[in-house]
């Protein structure tokens, strides 16, 4: 599904995206913006966790600057969703495994730092 990806860019089915990103359903929801810049809030994946997938892939920008909430991270696992948090070139090709194996899996990519 995901192409290529570089810094602050991702070609996802033949399309550029230049801007951070959620994917849900097999659908790309760009313009994925964070109230606090590089902190993930519970109100900011509810589109995702409304989705219920089983995995929830996060790509913490190539350096890993992203980081989930602590509340975030306890609602996740009251809510049983698997999370897996890696640099996002490697978050990639680990929503690419999982999507291609027919999981049912979502990701959340922050394209830059």
């Known amino acids: ?10 070609i ?4 550029q995206y230049t801007s ?11 313009d994925w913006w964070r109230k ?3 902190t993930v809030n519970v ?3 509810e589109d995702i966790l409304n989705a219920k997938p089983d995995y ?3 790509g913490m920008g190539r350096f890993g600057m992203m980081k989930l909430s602590d ?6 696992i009251d809510c049983g969703v698997n999370v897996i948090e890696a640099p996002t070139s490697t978050a ?5 495994r999982m999507y291609a194996d027919g999981k049912n899996v979502a990701a959340a990519f922050h394209l830059t730092c």
């Open 36 to 38: 606090s810049g590089h």
């Open 20 to 30: 951070d990103l959620k994917i849900i359903d097999g659908q790309v929801h760009p």
């Open 1 to 10: 599904m995901i192409k290529r990806y570089a810094f602050g860019s991702v």
């Open 12 to 15: 996802i089915q033949g399309k």
């Open 71 to 76: 509340q975030l991270k306890q609602h996740l």
């Open 56 to 58: 929830l892939i996060f």
């Open 92 to 96: 990639i090709h680990t929503f690419n």
């Open 43 to 45: 109100a900011e994946i």
